[in-house]
T-cell receptor, first 112, second 115 residues
């Protein structure tokens, strides 16, 4: 049973515009959420995280929003750059547990 | 600061053999987790080690095992390899503070092909 879901397998965005990647989860015990960027045959690279006590966290061009009541989070990338083209995974964990549950990923393509 | 190092990067094994993969975490990180990535199942948690003890385990058969040494380096072993074990095996390290969760940093992975 997939506890973390990314329903959009792919997304294409023009350079300079906003990219919005979405993620839904089902387990109400999750209280820590992360976004990773991944290239083929490489390990995921950590981008940004958010704790359930917050509803927004920003780091440069990346902002993560968390809506606990809807069990939904999103990653905003502004402005999008061609180098952002990769597969993006959201992940979740429960308090004190280091095992991450991953979504299936969204392939972002930023068109120059 | 050096990142998470996994060796080897690529490995080809025959069905029925066993394999050992190695992971050196970021200096100071005491938690090491292992994940399997396949096209069909995505990224799935195998197990986590903290201070040489397995702290958490995913839903994988007993053929998958691991250990952690006193210097936090970890090894993962798969015995009696099956074709379906072909995957990218990823190691992640983190520095749990006890105050909540922390980010996990991944190595580049070991690509295992079973023929």
């Amino acid at each position: 049973d997939q506890q973390v879901k990314q329903n959009s397998p792919s997304l294409s965005v023009q350079e300079g515009r906003i990219s919005i990647l979405n993620c839904d989860y089902t387990n109400s015990m999750f209280d820590y959420f992360l976004w990773y960027k991944k290239y083929p045959a490489e390990g995921p690279t950590f981008l940004i995280s958010i704790s359930s006590i917050k509803d927004k966290n920003e780091d440069g061009r990346f902002t993560v929003f968390l809506n606990k009541s809807a069990k939904h989070l999103s990653l905003h990338i502004v402005p999008s750059q061609p180098g952002d083209s990769a597969v993006y995974f959201c992940a979740a964990s429960a308090f004190g547990a280091n095992n991450l549950f991953f979504g299936t990923g969204t392939r972002l393509t930023v068109i120059p | 600061k050096a990142g998470v190092t996994q060796t080897p990067r690529y490995l080809i094994k025959t069905r029925g053999q066993q394999v050992t993969l190695s992971c050196s975490p970021i200096s100071g990180h005491r938690s090491v987790s292992w994940y399997q990535q396949t096209p069909g199942q995505g990224l799935q948690f195998l197990f986590e080690y903290f201070s040489e003890t397995q702290r958490n385990k995913g839903n994988f058969p007993g053929r998958f095992s691991g250990r952690q040494f006193s210097n936090s380096r970890s090894e993962m072993n798969v015995s009696t390899l099956e074709l379906g074990d072909s995957a990218l095996y990823l190691c992640a390290s983190s520095f749990p503070t006890g105050e909540g969760n922390t980010e996990a940093f991944f190595g580049q992975g070991t690509r295992l092909t079973v023929v």
